[in-house]
C-alpha cells in the first residue's frame, strides 16, 4: 500500500518509508503501524485503546501509553520535517486524529503490515496471535542457527549458490529460492541499503518461504557475515522482513 500526503509526500508500507525528493525516513514497526492506522482513519479520532490495541496488543506486545506518546511524538516530527504541522491532533483523554486535507492512496497488494494491522483473521482457523508470535521467533533463531552452520562450511555444501559479488560482499542464497526475487530484493529498499556497506569483505545469505499457501506474502531472511584476514565469516547480523512476492 502506498500514501501520498499532500501531493509530496509518500508513505510506502511494505518499505516502512515516509519520502519525498529530498528526504527518507525509515520507521520503526511500532511507528509504521501507528501511521498506517491513523491515515486509514484519516479525520476520524481513534481513542488511546484502540490504537494501544492496534499497534501492540494485536502483535503480542505490550501496550504502554509512554509508548504510544513517544511515537506520537516521532510522527509528528517527522511530519514536520515535511512541512506537515498541526496535522497530528491530541483530543485530550480520548485519543488522537489525523487531519488531513490532501491524501490519496494506491492499493495494488495486500501487503503484510494493512493484513496484519487491519484486516479481520481467517474465520475458519483458531490461531491464538501470542503463541503464533513466540513460536515464529523461535523459528526465526533456528533458521539464524542453521545459517550461520550454512556460512561457516558453505564451500562443503550444495544448498547455496552464488547470485553475485558486488564490491567487497559475496551474495550466496539457498538453491529453493527463485533468483528474481533475491535480485528483486537487493535491487532497491533495504537489499539496496545493504549492498551500500560493501566496503569491507563479508558473505550475504538469503532465504525466503511463504507465511502461508494462501498469500503471496514472503518471510525474507538476510544474514550478513563479515570475513576475517584469513577469509572466514566473524560476527553475523541478521535481518528479517515480509513482503509481497
Not at 506518546?69 to 498541526?86: G, Q, Y
Not at 492512496?105 to 494491522?117: C, G, I, L, P, T
Not at 547455496?160 to 551474495?171: E, N
Request: aromatic share 10%.
Amino acid at each position: 500500500m502506498y500514501f501520498l500526503i499532500n501531493n509530496k509526500v509518500s508513505f510506502n508500507v511494505a518499505e516502512r518509508t515516509v519520502s519525498d525528493e529530498r528526504t527518507q525516513h525509515v520507521l520503526s514497526n511500532p511507528s509504521c503501524r501507528l501511521l498506517l492506522i491513523l491515515l486509514e482513519n484519516n479525520n476520524r479520532l481513534m481513542t488511546r485503546e484502540d490504537l494501544l490495541q492496534k499497534v501492540w496488543g494485536d502483535f503480542g506486545l505490550t501496550p504502554s501509553s509512554n509508548s504510544l506518546n513517544n511515537n506520537v511524538s516521532i510522527l509528528r516530527k517527522i511530519l514536520a520535517e515535511f512541512d506537515i504541522h498541526d496535522a497530528l491532533k491530541t483530543v485530550p483523554k480520548q485519543g488522537f486524529e489525523l487531519a488531513l486535507d490532501d491524501l490519496q492512496f494506491n492499493e495494488k497488494s495486500r501487503d503484510y503490515m494493512v493484513m496484519q494491522a487491519i484486516s479481520q483473521p481467517d474465520k475458519e482457523t483458531n490461531v491464538n496471535k501470542t503463541k503464533l508470535i513466540r513460536w515464529s521467533g523461535l523459528l526465526f533463531t533456528i533458521i539464524a542457527a542453521v545459517i550461520a552452520l550454512y556460512l561457516n562450511f558453505f564451500d562443503q555444501h550444495n544448498d547455496m549458490s552464488l547470485y553475485k559479488q558486488i564490491g567487497q560482499c559475496k551474495i550466496y542464497y539457498h538453491n529453493n529460492v527463485n533468483v528474481k526475487r533475491v535480485e528483486n530484493f537487493f535491487s532497491h529498499g533495504q537489499g539496496q541499503k545493504l549492498l551500500e556497506k560493501c566496503s569491507r569483505p563479508s558473505y550475504i545469505y538469503y532465504d525466503d518461504s511463504k507465511v502461508n499457501e494462501k498469500t503471496d506474502l514472503l518471510e525474507i531472511f538476510v544474514a550478513q557475515c563479515m570475513v576475517n584476514s584469513e577469509g572466514d565469516p566473524g560476527e553475523c547480523k541478521n535481518f528479517v522482513t515480509t513482503k509481497v512476492g
